[in-house]
């Protein structure tokens, strides 16, 4: 019995060796893109100004060691609005917020070009799935959270 066993373990070994792990959170699974944080209700009132509209932010984060591509991949709330990523890349180690607002995209920042608030202030998810619909991650808060969500 215990030849079996040592069998066993040593097959399991092995499978773990050519695979990676055996459990593995979604974003690890996903190359290491998750959402960081998010702040869902900018400071102030909201008055729909630019300003407010870019205080209201989603910032994900590359925890691998390499470069990875984010193109045509969404970034959406629970109402289906969303922002489809153009064809860029979040390198190694970094971290790219997108804005609610309108702005000039730069390497850490992408503007959705929107005129109103996408982030319930109450409570919201955001999701980040691949261009194909497979889940990246996802970040949910509620009232219970101030303003913002380390995620």
Same mark, same amino acid.
């Given at each position: 019995m215990r030849i079996r066993a040592a069998l066993a373990l040593s097959a399991l070994a092995g499978a773990m060796a050519l695979t990676g792990? !055996?459990?593995?959170?979604? $974003?690890? @699974? @996903? %190359? %290491? !893109? #998750?959402?960081?944080? !998010?702040?869902?209700?900018?400071?102030?009132?909201?008055?729909?100004?630019?300003?407010?509209?870019?205080?209201?932010?989603?910032?994900?984060?590359?925890?691998? /060691?390499?470069a990875i591509s984010l193109k045509g991949w969404v970034l959406?709330?629970?109402a289906n609005h969303k922002y489809v990523f153009p064809n860029v890349k979040? %390198? $190694?180690?970094?971290?790219?917020? #997108?804005?609610?607002? #309108? %702005? /000039?995209?730069t390497a850490s920042n992408k503007y959705q070009d929107r005129g109103w608030y996408v982030w319930n202030n109450t409570s919201d998810t955001a999701t980040l799935t691949k261009a194909s619909g497979a889940k990246v991650d996802s970040c949910s808060w509620t009232t219970r959270d101030p303003s913002d969500k380390w995620c």
């Open positions: 792990t !055996v459990l593995s959170t979604p $974003a690890q @699974a @996903a %190359g %290491g !893109v #998750v959402i960081h944080h !998010v702040w869902f209700d900018s400071p102030g009132s909201d008055t729909g100004s630019n300003t407010s509209l870019n205080s209201e932010w989603v910032e994900i984060k590359n925890t691998s /060691r390499s959406k709330d629970k979040i %390198g $190694a180690g970094k971290t790219m917020k #997108v804005k609610t607002g #309108v %702005g /000039r995209d």
